[in-house]
């Protein structure tokens, strides 16, 4: 089993929720978060005043899959959420040891 963890830009998640739902991919977690990268925020004028906003807005998502997914879900995460920008995002794969459904305990693969 893998955690998909992918940080985009927010006008790109139904993008990546319909790409991800063509690999059988129904249940992801949707956190609004603030960051910079490479990116390193821009300048804004506000009635006058200049101000540098440092943390820009991103969603972070995270997928819970089998292993042998992985490389479908992760392809088809770079092509939903790709622009061609700075600021495109960050996909980060990791193992998953154990995974518990709280209302059956159901444990591993047939949790997700």
């Not at 978060?33 to 390193?40: A, L, N, P, S």
């Not at 004028?45 to 101000?51: H, K, M």
């Amino acid at each position: 089993m893998k955690l998909i963890t992918a940080i985009i830009k927010p006008f790109k998640l139904d993008d990546v929720r319909e790409a991800l739902t063509q690999f059988n991919v129904h249940g992801m977690t949707v956190t609004e978060v603030r960051g910079f990268g490479r990116q390193k925020g821009h300048t804004e004028l506000y009635r006058g005043a200049e101000y540098t906003v440092d943390f820009l807005p991103k969603i972070k998502l995270e997928v819970a899959i089998h292993a042998d997914q992985e490389e479908a879900v992760v392809d088809a995460i770079i092509a939903a959420a790709h622009t061609g920008k700075v600021g495109d995002g960050k996909i980060f794969v990791t193992a998953l040891e154990q995974v518990i459904r709280i209302r059956t305990s159901e444990e591993g693969a047939d949790a997700i």
